[in-house]
């Protein structure tokens, strides 16, 4: 038989001082001989460990003096029978303690049955006196020490995962940590086998894919995979993107086909990791979102990011098919495709980054207006201003909002596609505000001439005589 270990020892000692808070010397009988350290400090626990061979080494060891929070611990191969009275006395219980792990653990949950799911791996029973808290485990309820108690508690202490319910959200977000990736990839292989089939029973088989992805010692990338199979598995993409699927299921286990119904799971529960992220860590959330792009570059699956609501890249695609409608049908004069360009919008808008880049959705419907606009312009279906007065209301009315609409697509837009349509558009636009505005001026020059007067048209000449001048008797005026 072995030594008894530290973390035995350490674990019978907290098992002892939750019945016993006063104990300060213990015996274990073993027939290992303890071969390590006199002296071991645990933050401000102490532990004196004594191999004793004889009576006489007992009384020798039970004589050296230890401050209060120092635990004496007496090893030994000898029967109690062996020990004198006077030496029994000063042990814990009057007692040697034999090792047993899973009596220990029994002890520390104060339970009296423990679930046959844990006992038939010992090594749990191991790690659980290894990761003891500071303030001990929770009784078990009821007396009886269940998996569903033992694996949140291992996992967390373990691995750094905190959730008493496992799911696929809670494993995502799990994964995005460095340091407990690290961990689970250290972990001895049994356990994490066995931590491996509690999760997937608990979070449904999608988690043995995000596992082995955390298992592996490269880039933690089960979250930005998941934004990629929604794209990859998503029904607008069935018969396209079959290389580039292929090329990622060589990262899975076994690299098997996996159901497309759970990597849709896999992708919806990966999208709200990533929402949650865009308020609690920018900078993850970045990081997340540009590597699921740079993800669908190696495997050649970057044309269809439009797809996503998430990727940056499919913003920008999105809005370079808006671009491309829209410079087609401005070059052929469809106008019976605008119904397709308010589609596309609506596309857009429902992209995540759409409510960062305000601007440039603004701009896009800028330009939704203009086109149509410019759609009933070309069809004729307007009739010129007879008089000023007629066309100073359609400039009230209409033609200042295509001049605002006109002038904010001046600036383009970063997507190449894009810009260039604004300013095929602005150009159309152009050239008939221009056309109205000689109409305007003719008709300015017209009225002017003759002369004429009326409520109507009120000349700049006229503002301080019919305004200024009446507002002035009843009130200050600042001029």
């Not at 071969?35 to 020798?60: A, K, M, N, V, W």
């Not at 303030?135 to 569903?148: I, K, N, Q, T």
């Not at 082995?212 to 934004?227: E, N, S």
């Not at 929402?275 to 050649?300: F, M, N």
Request: proline letters at 5%; a neutral charge; hydrophobic letters at 45%.
């Amino acid at each position: 038989m072995a030594a008894p270990s530290l973390a035995q020892i350490k674990a019978q000692i907290a098992a002892i001082r939750q019945k016993l808070p006063q104990a300060r010397v213990i015996g274990i009988q073993s027939t290992g001989r303890w071969t390590g350290e006199t002296f071991s400090r645990d933050g401000e626990h102490g532990y004196s460990i004594h191999q004793c061979d004889s009576p006489l080494s007992f009384r020798l060891a039970l004589r050296k003096q230890t401050d209060d929070q120092t635990m004496k611990v007496l090893i030994t191969s000898l029967a109690e029978q062996e020990l004198g009275d006077d030496i029994l006395l000063r042990l814990a219980k009057r007692r040697l303690f034999q090792i047993d792990p899973w009596q220990i653990v029994r002890s520390l949950f104060e339970a009296h049955a423990i679930d046959s799911r844990l006992t038939r791996h010992g090594w749990i029973a191991e790690s659980l006196l290894e990761l003891i808290p500071a303030a001990g485990y929770p009784a078990a309820r009821g007396g009886f020490l269940d998996a569903e108690t033992v694996w949140p508690l291992l996992l967390r202490m373990a691995v750094g995962l905190d959730s008493e319910a496992p799911d696929l959200q809670s494993l995502l977000k799990w994964s995005l940590n460095p340091d407990a990736a690290g961990r689970f990839q250290r972990l001895p292989e049994a356990f994490r086998q066995a931590a491996v089939s509690w999760l997937v029973d608990r979070a449904g088989p999608v988690a043995e894919i995000l596992l082995h992805l955390v298992g592996q010692p490269d880039r933690l990338d089960a979250v930005p995979l998941g934004l990629v199979v929604g794209i990859l598995y998503h029904p607008a993409a069935i018969g396209k993107l079959e290389k580039a699927t292929g090329k990622l299921e060589t990262r899975f286990p076994g690299h098997t086909s996996p159901d497309p119904e759970l990597m849709l799971r896999w992708s919806a529960a990966a999208a709200e990791v990533v929402r949650g992220l865009r308020l609690s860590d920018p900078k993850l959330y970045r990081q997340t979102v540009q590597r699921a792009d740079e993800i669908l570059e190696e495997i050649q699956a970057s044309p269809m990011a439009h797809l996503s609501d998430i990727s940056p890249l499919g913003f920008v695609q999105r809005l370079a098919r808006i671009g491309e409608a829209l410079s087609d049908i401005l070059a052929r004069g469809a106008w019976d495709r605008l119904e397709s360009l308010t589609d596309m919008r609506q596309r857009v808008g429902q992209h995540d980054y759409a409510s960062q880049e305000t601007r440039r959705t603004e701009r896009v419907d800028m330009a939704l207006r203009l086109v149509r606009w410019l759609g009933v312009q070309t069809r004729g279906d307007t009739s010129s201003p007879q008089s000023l007065a007629d066309a100073a209301r359609w400039h009230l009315r209409e033609g200042g909002f295509v001049d605002w609409a006109r002038l904010s697509l001046r600036s383009g837009d970063p997507e190449a596609t894009l810009s260039a349509a604004y300013a095929q558009l602005f150009a159309q636009v152009l050239v008939i505000r221009e056309r109205q505005s000689r109409v305007f001026a003719e008709l300015l020059r017209d009225w002017t001439a003759a002369g004429s007067k009326g409520a109507e048209i009120l000349a700049v000449e006229d503002i301080l005589g019919a305004i200024v001048a009446p507002l002035a008797e009843k009130t200050q005026v600042l001029l």
